[in-house]
């Protein structure tokens, strides 16, 4: 069979000599085997990089309600942290805070902080109102939480962010806060 002249040395073959190659056989064949390792990789890559993105926006709202629990000390008055609306990915729900969320004064709605999610999550509030962040850094009621889901349903992968008492905040995966 002809080699593809891969690894071949350029001076002339003698009789007694072989080419060293690879066979476009071989070659074809490795290329399969490395598609079919790609195809199982795939998935997984992809629920990977999902659950990335649900834990960049768990991370990033636990961030921000710590920040505002401080900044209401700080500023000894009430805030309010709203959703956002202006997204592809919103919906009209009073609870839908899957475009963002932004941190504002609630005597005169100046707003202080505004957070955005960039990827198509699905972000859900217990609520259909703004939450209430006091001037002594207590953060709503106790039951208040977020879910935070991905939007292929056949990953399922989901965050949930829970308020507990005494203003305390943790999360788990799921949909649902655990005792």
Not at 126 to 135: H, M, R, T, V
Not at 146 to 161: D, E, G
Request: proline share 2%.
């Amino acid at each position: 069979m002809q080699a593809l002249g891969f690894f071949t040395s350029y001076g002339s073959l003698s009789q007694g000599t072989t080419s060293r190659g690879f066979t476009l056989v071989e070659l074809l064949v490795c290329l399969g085997v490395l598609g079919v390792m790609a195809s199982f990789a795939i998935p997984s890559w992809q629920r990977l990089q999902e659950r990335s993105r649900v834990e960049a926006t768990r991370d990033q709202l636990m961030t921000d309600l710590q920040t505002a629990r401080v900044r209401a000390l700080q500023r000894g008055e009430t805030l309010q942290l709203a959703r956002l609306r202006d997204c592809t990915w919103g919906t009209s729900a009073n609870n839908d805070w899957s475009c963002g969320w932004q941190l504002v004064v609630k005597v005169d709605q100046t707003v202080l902080h505004t957070s955005q999610v960039q990827t198509p999550l699905q972000v859900t509030f217990a609520k259909s109102d703004p939450l209430d962040i006091s001037q002594r850094g207590d953060l709503g009621t106790v039951g208040d939480r977020w879910v935070i889901k991905s939007r292929q349903s056949v990953l399922s992968i989901a965050n949930v962010l829970c308020l507990s008492s005494a203003s305390r905040l943790r999360w788990q995966s799921g949909e649902a806060c655990s005792n």
